[in-house]
C-alpha cells in the first residue's frame, strides 16, 4: 500500500475535493485526501495525501501557506471574490501609496470574521448552505495569523500582493478587510497558492503528470513530507514503548511540540509530542 503526499497545482473552477479524487482512478486501494482547502476559483498548490498520510494530513495543513492575490478595487461582491454577486460599488479607488502604507497594519495576529460563502460548519452544517438560503448568521471573529504581506503592483484598479499566512485565513475576507481600510472597496479578482507546508508551486504537478505510469514515484513519503516539524532517532526498546503507547523520559534540544519519530534504520514511525521532558505518541503509522 502506497502512502505519502503529491503535491499538485490544482486549475480553476473545481473543487479540492473534487480534483483529489481524481486521483482514485491512477491508484488502487489507497484512501485520498488533502491538507488544506482551496476555493474552486483558486489555482496552485494542494497536497494530496495517500494511504496512511492521511493520518497526518493536519500536521501538514497547520503549517505557513503563500498566495498570491489579485484585488480589484471599487466594488464589492457577496461571496468575497469575483464570482459573486456585485452588493456595493464606489468610485473612490485609493493610490498606490496609501494602499502600501496600510499593509503592515495586516500583519501579526490579527482578527478577521469567516465569510458566510465558506465550507466552515456551524451546527454541523457549512456555512454557505446557510447562505444560499439566504439565512443571515452573526459569525464571531477569530485570531489569525498573517506572516507577510509583500506590495507586487497596482494597475487598472487590481492590487497585486504577495501573502504568507497560518491555518484558518479567508484571503477574500483579507482582500475585502484591506480595501476598507483604504478607504475604498474590493473583491478578490484571482488567488494562486504558491506554497505550502514548505513546498512550492513550481515543483508541483499537473492532472496531466498523473496519467504517466511513472506518477507514483513522485510520493514523497510520510517521512519526508512532515519535513518541517523537527525529528528524533531513537533505539528498538524505546521504539517499543512508543508503539505500546507509553511515554518515555528524554532530554530534547527542540522545542517544537511534535517531532517525527525514526528507529535506528530511519523508518518513519509516526509523530510523537514533546511534552515536559517526555515523549508520548501522538499519530503513528500503523502495521499491516
Same mark, same amino acid.
Given at each position: 500500500?502506497?502512502?505519502?503526499?503529491?503535491?499538485?497545482? #490544482?486549475?480553476?473552477?473545481?473543487?479540492?475535493?473534487?480534483?483529489?479524487?481524481? =486521483? #482514485?482512478?491512477?491508484?488502487?486501494?489507497?484512501?485520498?485526501?488533502?491538507?488544506?482547502?482551496?476555493?474552486?476559483?483558486?489555482? *496552485?498548490?494542494?497536497?494530496?495525501?495517500?494511504?496512511?498520510?492521511?493520518? !497526518?494530513?493536519?500536521?501538514?495543513?497547520?503549517?505557513?501557506?503563500? %498566495?498570491?492575490?489579485?484585488?480589484?478595487?471599487?466594488?464589492?461582491?457577496? +461571496?468575497?471574490?469575483?464570482?459573486?454577486?456585485?452588493?456595493?460599488?464606489?468610485?473612490?479607488?485609493?493610490?498606490? $501609496?496609501?494602499?502600501? #502604507?496600510?499593509? $503592515?497594519?495586516?500583519?501579526?495576529?490579527?482578527?478577521?470574521?469567516?465569510?458566510?460563502?465558506?465550507?466552515?460548519?456551524?451546527?454541523?452544517?457549512?456555512? %454557505?448552505?446557510?447562505?444560499?438560503?439566504?439565512?443571515? =448568521?452573526?459569525?464571531?471573529?477569530?485570531?489569525?495569523?498573517?506572516?507577510?504581506? $509583500?506590495?507586487?503592483?497596482?494597475?487598472?484598479? &487590481?492590487?497585486?500582493?504577495?501573502?504568507?499566512?497560518?491555518?484558518?485565513?479567508?484571503?477574500?475576507?483579507?482582500?475585502?478587510?484591506?480595501?476598507?481600510?483604504? *478607504?475604498?472597496?474590493?473583491?478578490?479578482?484571482?488567488?494562486?497558492?504558491?506554497?505550502?507546508?514548505?513546498?512550492?508551486?513550481?515543483?508541483?504537478?499537473?492532472?496531466?503528470?498523473?496519467?504517466?505510469? $511513472?506518477?507514483?514515484?513522485?510520493?514523497?513519503?510520510?517521512?519526508?513530507?512532515?519535513?518541517?516539524?523537527?525529528?528524533?532517532?531513537?533505539?528498538?526498546? &524505546?521504539?517499543?514503548?512508543?508503539?505500546?503507547?507509553?511515554?518515555?523520559?528524554?532530554?530534547? +534540544?527542540?522545542?517544537?511540540?511534535?517531532?517525527?519519530? !525514526?528507529?535506528?534504520?530511519?523508518?518513519?514511525?509516526?509523530?510523537?509530542?514533546?511534552?515536559?521532558?517526555?515523549?508520548?505518541? #501522538?499519530?503513528?503509522?500503523?502495521?499491516?
Amino acid at each position: 500500500m502506497l502512502s505519502g503526499i503529491l503535491v499538485l497545482d #490544482k486549475p480553476k473552477n473545481i473543487s479540492s475535493g473534487n480534483y483529489v479524487r481524481k =486521483l #482514485k482512478k491512477y491508484l488502487s486501494k489507497e484512501k485520498v485526501g488533502h491538507a488544506g482547502t482551496l476555493d474552486p476559483m483558486a489555482t *496552485g498548490i494542494l497536497i494530496a495525501c495517500v494511504g496512511q498520510m492521511t493520518r !497526518f494530513s493536519d500536521y501538514l495543513a497547520n503549517l505557513p501557506k503563500s %498566495y498570491e492575490a489579485e484585488i480589484l478595487l471599487g466594488q464589492q461582491t457577496n +461571496t468575497g471574490d469575483i464570482e459573486g454577486k456585485v452588493i456595493e460599488r464606489t468610485n473612490f479607488i485609493p493610490s498606490k $501609496n496609501e494602499l502600501e #502604507k496600510i499593509l $503592515n497594519c495586516f500583519v501579526g495576529e490579527i482578527d478577521q470574521v469567516p465569510p458566510i460563502y465558506s465550507a466552515l460548519k456551524y451546527k454541523g452544517k457549512s456555512l %454557505y448552505k446557510y447562505a444560499r438560503k439566504g439565512v443571515n =448568521l452573526n459569525m464571531n471573529s477569530r485570531k489569525i495569523l498573517i506572516h507577510e504581506i $509583500n506590495f507586487i503592483s497596482f494597475e487598472k484598479n &487590481i492590487l497585486k500582493l504577495e501573502i504568507s499566512c497560518g491555518r484558518g485565513t479567508y484571503i477574500r475576507v483579507l482582500a475585502e478587510d484591506i480595501s476598507k481600510k483604504a *478607504g475604498s472597496l474590493g473583491t478578490l479578482l484571482n488567488l494562486r497558492r504558491t506554497e505550502s507546508a514548505g513546498f512550492k508551486v513550481e515543483d508541483s504537478l499537473r492532472e496531466e503528470s498523473l496519467r504517466n505510469d $511513472n506518477f507514483r514515484e513522485k510520493i514523497i513519503s510520510p517521512g519526508d513530507a512532515l519535513n518541517r516539524l523537527d525529528d528524533i532517532q531513537c533505539r528498538s526498546e &524505546i521504539i517499543e514503548k512508543i508503539t505500546k503507547g507509553q511515554k518515555v523520559e528524554m532530554k530534547l +534540544t527542540s522545542e517544537d511540540k511534535f517531532l517525527r519519530l !525514526f528507529d535506528k534504520n530511519k523508518n518513519f514511525i509516526g509523530v510523537v509530542e514533546n511534552c515536559n521532558g517526555f515523549i508520548k505518541p #501522538k499519530r503513528l503509522l500503523t502495521i499491516d
